[in-house]
Nanobody, 125 residues
Framework: VQLQASGGGLVQAGGSLRLSCALSGRSFREYDMAWFRQVPGKEREFVATIRLSGGSTYYAESAKGRFSISRDIAKNTVYLQMNSLKPEDTALYYC???????????????????WGQGTQVTVSS
């Protein structure tokens, strides 16, 4: 199973980006999907997740109202639409996949089995 993230880049504050993460090697229907981000010197932090069953979503407080996670099952791809970007959103963004993630653990790195390589998002002020 592999995850390939893309869509990062440089954007001005207030702008938008859409990240994509394609899963290959297994059926997309087997996994809950999530996005995390990491700034050098800091721990990786949870951003958003979407469950395989029903497609319910959950966001970090920092992402609520600005970011939207979605999925295209036919394309085996999950997206993170990021609007109203702020300089503090600058980070390396990772997508992750977990089989049968327990709801109480959905914000933890340890809940996810497969990780993509990361895509850099830089927001200038």
């Amino acid at each position: 199973v592999q995850l390939q993230a893309s869509g990062g880049g440089l954007v001005q504050a207030g702008g938008s980006l859409r990240l994509s993460c394609a899963l290959s090697g297994r059926s997309f229907r087997e996994y809950d999907m999530a996005w995390f981000r990491q700034v050098p010197g800091k721990e990786r932090e949870f951003v958003a997740t979407i469950r395989l069953s029903g497609g319910s979503t959950y966001y970090a407080e920092s992402a609520k109202g600005r970011f939207s996670i979605s999925r295209d099952i036919a394309k085996n791809t999950v997206y993170l639409q990021m609007n109203s970007l702020k300089p503090e959103d600058t980070a390396l963004y990772y997508c992750a996949a977990g089989a049968r993630v327990i709801i109480s653990s959905r914000t933890r790195e340890s809940a996810y089995d497969v990780w993509g390589q990361g895509t850099q998002v830089t927001v200038s002020s």
